[in-house]
């Protein structure tokens, strides 16, 4: 359970990288 939360919190990070990115280049 511990494991997937971690990776859940790594998947957010990189979409709100993600999502910044985008907002930036717009």
């Not at 359970?1 to 717009?26: A, G, N, P, W």
């Amino acid at each position: 359970k511990v494991k997937t939360d971690i990776e859940d919190y790594k998947t957010s990070l990189e979409k709100i990288k993600t999502m910044q990115k985008d907002s930036r280049t717009v």
